[in-house]
């Protein structure tokens, strides 16, 4: 019995701060169509879908508040979860979500086709800084508006309108990590859903990467931690000019070989399409990546026992 | 004060049962002259390179034997060192080692311009089987005659020859598993040399792959975990046909964004040349992969608490 799913990812062009919430949410809702209407069951939307990438900017109070979800779904983002009901198509949405208790956290979720939500992830790599960047036009500044994610990297296993898939998600900066990706490759992830939004120069004020450089690192560490976990990926972008700061574009699908087969040409709202077979990821996991049989982790302290680097002296 | 280094990789074509120890160590000599005349201070050779890749044979007894070396150098090896250190190069070596002790391992060393040992590495991602597969007309028997190494990741602290480069070796199927990389990335590595002895049909007896597939894994896992360590790299095959089984080349050096700056044309003994600015790690080791601050080994435990797979009921 075939284990293939049709899988869109939806690169989504700018969001200005200006733009209004149903401005946003018309342009989410036309992508949906697009990808439903191409038989897509699960479409990938990026990183913070619903807003401009805020963390740019030093603000606080309620000029802050304002980007933030209390509930999921609530009345705004309503019209996304009743529509990809009504067309059998399931989704990955990234936001930024403030919890009851007051906590802070870059989040994503995966919506069933039949509208659960079939599991919650807190992006656990956050980058940037906690305080402002002197000088800098744009900032970084994620690590002052979210808390580390609290919830690891759960994957999840699927129900029968993705064949069982096991799933997970990361969030933007967690895809050069291949930790996040081990992570769900220890529990057998089959499908890995991630979005972005990545400066189309360096973030944290160097002069030697532009957008060429920083779309190839994107596609790279997708492509071979694709490959390491014997995983589809699939790695979709907010793209283009937000109030003058440039986001890279490079939206794509990964086959478990690590090959492209679906790439966004564009930086703005645009469709990719593949036909991601589950059973693919068999060679890989049963063979090469046979973790139980070729994995050292006797080896492995390290990566554990702390964060940092320790130079041989 | 510059830290550039001049690095050749010495690719190696096929090496067969027949060929005599002279006739190997003639070609390892030439390699060495050529990279030397080209200004190269460090020149790395294949994974076993003093020998055909053996582990497709099932043999034992004293023709098993012939294969191992029982001490380092020995009087065999010992016109390499000579001759490196009268021409001011220093190389990493691959080759079958033999302890007083009676074990086995899959071993490089790194050997500086003034002839000193600067560190030794034993092969501990073995892949392949301790029994052979029945039917196949190739084996791949690392498991039945190799113990895994034991040495862990060390990262060895060279001297002024080398502009006191952070170093680090790797033995071929290390190189899939980003856990070595992040070993040696935790140690601040500057510069990754590994040999390998690599397929050019899937060693495990799947269809799926061939040399294009494969060349592909093996420069795509350089690139990539070269840029997510923010080191340079340098991954140097055994290429061709041995006695009528296949090896890929594509031996490449790979700068710390993942850039493969130099890369193998053919299947036979050829080297490659970069010159390697240490300093340009920087980038990605003060910002992006700035480990201290960014990871969380927190979430990290599953990689080092067991080997294998558990999925999502």
Redo the contacts between chains.
Sequence with gaps: MSRIIRVAGAQMGPTQKADSRDHTMARLLRLLEDAAAQGAKLVVFPELALTTFFPRWLIAGTELDGYFEHSMPNADVQPLFNRARALGIGFYLGYAEATPEGQHFNTAILVQPDGSILGQYRK????GSVEPRPGALYQQLEKRYFQ??DL??????AGEDWHKA?TGMMIC?DR????S???L????VELVCLGYNSAAY?P???K??DAV?RT??ST??A???A??NATWAVAVAKAGEEDGSGLIGGSCIVDP???VVAQAKTLGDEIIIADCDLDLCR?G?D???N??A????A???????????????
Excluded: C
């Design positions: 656990v790599h956050l980058p580390y994610g690891g990297f759960p994957a999840f296993r096991v900066n050069r990590w291949p930790e990706w081990r992570m490759g220890l529990q057998g360096d944290n004020g160097g030697t990467e450089l190839f690192h790279l560490v492509q071979a931690n490959y390491m070989n690590g090959l060679q996991k063979k090469m990546f973790f139980a070729h994995r050292r982790p080896h492995y302290a390290a990566i554990t026992e702390r964060a940092g680097v320790i130079e041989p002296s």
